[in-house]
């Protein structure tokens, strides 16, 4: 009897497990908000509160009076939109019946900017005053001799016209203004025949226009 030794046991295989690598985390960096400061040079070529000399020349047309002059006046601009202009002035000429004149207006103006802020500038102006002058000798109806006499307006104008703001200091203008006005001097100043019918009348109305310039030297 042959008795055969037990097979030796077999031994399972090894199985190694492989662990997954561990997930790859990426970390997002945080956004950095950075803040650029630029510094702005504002060049203003009208300031909030100015003060000017203004000088003018024009010419003063009616259908009964042409003369030609100039003026001065000095300016208050309190804020951009807004001037006052407190002047007075020296024109002389003739008047429809060629006796030689000359007037002194002293008026005082309220001036409106629409676009202070650019360079040039359109502007609306209204005002009142008196002016003084007087109206040289003359032949009336080639009959009346007419000595000369002192005459005294008061009235107000209106008018529109553009500024262009060459600098901060400096700025040229040019404007037409439209008045009325009564002589109030005493007496009748106008005297016209007409289909034989005398009128006299002491109201006068023109127009006047004027080139300017003008010399800001206060800026706050």
């Known amino acids: 009897v042959v ?9 399972p295989p090894v199985v190694y497990v492989q662990q997954p690598p561990p997930p790859v985390i990426v970390a997002q960096p945080q956004p950095q908000v950075v803040t650029v ?6 060049y203003d070529l009208v300031p909030a509160f100015d003060m000017g000399l203004h000088l003018q020349i024009g ?9 030609g002059g100039g003026g001065a006046a000095f300016r208050i601009r309190p804020m951009e939109h807004l001037a006052i202009d407190i002047g007075m002035g020296i024109y002389g000429g003739q008047d429809y019946q060629g006796a ?24 609306a102006l209204a005002g009142g005053g008196m002016s003084f002058g007087q109206q040289g000798s003359y032949t009336r109806f080639d009959r009346d001799f007419i000595p000369s006499r002192d005459l005294a307006y008061a009235g107000g104008e209106a008018g ?15 404007d037409v203004r439209a008045f ?8 009748v100043e106008f005297t016209e025949i007409q289909d034989g019918i005398t009128r006299s009348t002491n109201t006068s ?13 206060v800026g706050l």
């Open 3 to 11: 008795v055969q030794p037990p097979p030796p046991p077999v031994q």
């Open 37 to 42: 400061q630029r510094s702005r040079v504002v």
């Open 59 to 67: 010419g003063l047309f009616s259908d009964r009076i042409g003369m």
């Open 100 to 123: 030689d004149r000359w007037e002194m207006p002293i008026v005082a103006d309220i001036i409106v900017f629409f676009n202070p802020g650019d360079r040039l500038q359109v502007y």
């Open 160 to 174: 529109l016209g553009v500024e262009w703001r060459i600098g901060r200091h400096f700025a040229l203008n040019l």
């Open 180 to 187: 009325l006005r009564e002589q109030v001097g005493g007496g």
């Open 205 to 217: 109305t023109g127009v006047y226009g004027n080139l300017g310039m003008t010399f800001y030297f």
